[in-house]
């Protein structure tokens, strides 16, 4: 049993979901629905790529200090290459951590180009004690006094000029005590690293918000122990707020979410090994009564796009078809990608929004096929009666309703909501759609 819990954060007063299935939460605008749903995502996102975490905030604590020999050897290059000199044999590009690189295998090479610019440093300076007064060994000597300031400042922030041996020994040290901070965080995970990732994701510190994310009564966000466990019912989880995220561009900014989505949908090849009930479910979808063609990503050199070819053979830019046709497209190319099994958990926030009724009734549809013929898990935030109901009764019909699950935010006090559980019983969350008919009466006449 997966279950989320949420005490007094932000809209959210307290709301305890189980995520065994297909999740249903339905409420009014600004109940907490989608800061649920990101939440929830990101816990999840965060726990599962917690490694990357710790590597991305390595580079970050080093950045200063690989800038600053980056800048180094790229100048050492031009003023040796200008005086016609044997330029330092080191790569800018080299400095980075790569991919899935031992983190000690990291200061190593650290190490080495650091030993290799005191080297060249040196050789410079030598010029000076030999009296050597030719105009390039001047100017050499200028900027290795440069390059050693540059280094002095981030060692003590001061402006004293300490002592090479001192400087490339404190840099050394530096970079191997937060290496060793890294992999201890790596071993052990500390909570923390989470806390302050997704304070910054939420633009909000989370040290009074309560939260746990559970996996057979296993916390994953283990705030007693202060560590933060890896989900393993769980495998990946997608987010879709929109199908609008699909004309999005990585290198224009925008929600990281979005990226996450548009690179899983980019970079993930084609499964042509896929099941029968996943076969089943793709043609489904690409049938006349849905999108009638299929979606890609045709990664050809010259033309990167999303493609929708209809089944008459048509091709069209993905972007410039109906909202509809990319939210069904979305699906097929998670399907078709291999994305989707068992132990996915899709998070979508108003999947019935740009949609048509017919193809909310037939998207209900397809989560509920999903769920049967490959047990993906839903958490699906919705304020939509044919949706609602749609995946209630289409369930029934499948024989897995014992597997969906109803919440509904109810205002407690102010602008704070207490998410109820309501089993497979709708009612609820109809009577609170009555008001829209509440207001209609209100705002109009009805005969």
């Given at each position: ?84 000199r044997s330029s330092i044999r080191l790569s800018q590009l080299s400095l980075n951590l790569k991919e899935d690189e031992d983190l000690m295998d990291y200061y190593y ?291 897995i309703l014992d597997s969906v699950s109803y919440y509904l935010a109810n205002k407690t006090e102010g602008y704070s909501y207490t998410y109820k559980s309501l089993g ?24």
């Open positions: 049993m997966i279950t989320f819990n949420i005490n007094e954060f932000r809209a959210i007063n307290n709301a305890e979901v189980q995520l065994d299935g297909i999740t249903v939460v339905a409420g009014e605008n600004g109940s907490g629905k989608s800061t649920l749903s990101r939440l929830l995502y990101h816990t999840i996102k965060i726990s599962k790529e917690y490694n990357a975490l710790v590597r991305d905030n390595l580079v970050e604590e080093l950045r200063d200090i690989v800038s600053a020999l980056r800048t180094i050897i790229r100048d050492m290059q031009i003023f040796d290459r200008q005086d016609n090479r650290l190490s080495a180009h650091i030993d290799s610019i005191d080297n060249h440093i040196r050789i410079l300076l030598e010029k000076q004690s030999n009296m050597d007064n030719r105009p390039y060994s001047k100017r050499s000597i200028i900027r290795a006094e440069h390059y050693i300031k540059l280094l002095s400042n981030l060692i003590d922030n001061s402006d004293a000029m300490l002592d090479t041996e001192i400087i490339f020994n404190k840099l050394k040290d530096i970079i191997l005590t937060k290496i060793n901070d890294s992999i201890k965080n790596i071993e052990y995970r500390p909570i923390g690293l989470f806390r302050n990732e997704i304070s910054s994701i939420f633009s909000q510190k989370m040290d009074n918000a309560k939260f746990n994310l559970c996996e057979s009564d296993i916390p994953i966000t283990d705030w007693d122990n202060k560590i933060l466990r890896e989900p393993s019912i769980i495998q990946n989880s997608v987010y879709i707020d929109t199908p609008m995220a699909i004309g999005y561009h990585l290198d224009v900014g925008g929600y990281g979410y979005w990226n996450d989505l548009i690179y899983t949908l980019k970079n993930t090849k084609p499964n042509y090994s896929t099941s029968t009930n996943v076969e089943t479910l793709f043609q489904n979808i690409s049938g006349d009564n849905i999108v009638s063609g299929q979606v890609y990503f045709n990664d050809d050199i010259v033309s990167q796009e999303f493609v929708y070819k209809r089944n008459d053979g048509q091709t069209f830019n993905l972007e410039e078809c109906a909202t509809g046709i990319k939210a069904f497209g979305i699906l097929q190319m998670l399907l078709r990608n291999g994305v989707l099994s068992k132990n996915t958990l899709l998070i979508i926030d108003e999947p019935e929004a740009h949609l048509h009724p017919q193809w909310i009734v037939e998207y209900a549809r397809i989560i509920v096929l999903m769920h049967k013929l490959i047990g993906v898990k839903f958490f699906i935030a919705s304020h939509n009666p044919d949706m609602v109901s749609a995946i209630r009764y289409i369930a029934e019909k499948e024989g497979v019983d709708i009612d609820p969350i109809f009577e609170s759609f009555n008001i829209a008919l509440d207001r209609i009466s209100q705002y109009g006449q009805i005969d």
